[in-house]
């Protein structure tokens, strides 16, 4: 079946250090969604990608649909506190939504 | 309403016992996601309903797990003989339905958070 796989499954940054997540699917995807969940919260969308090779900016976050639309990423410039939290992707072939185990990314102030 | 509203925001329970959990999505979404969701891991689908139909119940991890959404609106996740297992935060979700770029966009509740004692 459509697995998906985040690496790294957790991340320890220093404030202002930046920081990179990375969805990988093993099936051709028709969009890819981020979602960021802070601890003791509920997912909440960040953005959908659709384009082979579609990349997206939000202030320090910028993300990245893959050529063959089999994988993207999610990288924030300078990390702050606020950063903190897990970040899922999911694969939005159908309605199933396959949602990846998450990374989970801490920040040092 | 103006976002998912989901009832109770936490459950305890015994061993055995019935549970009904509720989520009222976001007016004018016919698309309605139940997932649920353990400690470091991420949502695990359960049930997708299109308006007052089951559309995908795949993820149910067994009988004792139903859910209905009668008038395409609210919907009722019902565990019957509750087992320790079951703990979880049940999260409930919502989107716009359709074909639309924005169709699979989720907006999630704050969950209901289930303790079998």
């Known amino acids: 079946g459509q697995q998906v796989m985040q690496i790294p499954q957790y991340q320890h940054v220093q404030e202002g250090e930046d920081f990179t997540t990375y969805c990988n699917s093993s099936t051709t995807l028709s969009n890819i969604q981020w979602y960021k969940q802070r601890p003791g919260g509920h997912p909440v969308f960040l953005i959908q990608?659709?384009?082979s090779g579609e990349v997206k900016k939000q202030k320090r976050l910028t993300f990245q649909f893959g050529e063959a639309k089999k994988n993207s990423s999610l990288h924030i410039t300078a990390t702050q506190t606020t950063d903190v939290g897990t970040y899922f992707c999911n694969a939005g072939n159908n309605r199933k939504l396959i949602w990846g185990l998450g990374t989970s990314l801490a920040v040092n102030p | 309403g103006a976002g998912v509203s989901q009832t109770p925001s936490n459950k305890v329970t015994e061993k055995g016992k019935y549970v009904e959990l509720r989520c009222d999505p976001i007016?004018?979404?016919?698309?309605l996601y139940w997932y649920r969701q353990s400690l470091g891991q991420g949502p695990e689908f359960l049930i997708y309903?299109?308006?007052?139909?089951?559309?995908?119940d795949s993820g149910l991890p067994n009988d004792r797990f139903f859910a209905v959404r009668p008038e395409g609106s609210v919907s009722t996740l019902k565990i019957q003989r509750t087992e320790r297992g079951d703990s979880a935060v049940y999260l409930c979700?919502?989107?716009?339905?359709?074909?639309?770029?924005?169709?699979?966009?989720?907006?999630f509740g704050a969950g209901s958070r289930l303790t079998v004692l």
């Open positions: 979700a919502s989107s716009l339905g359709g074909s639309g770029s924005g169709a699979n966009v989720l907006t």
């Open positions: 309903f299109q308006g007052t139909g089951a559309a995908d």
């Open positions: 990608l659709v384009k």
């Open positions: 007016s004018g979404h016919t698309a």
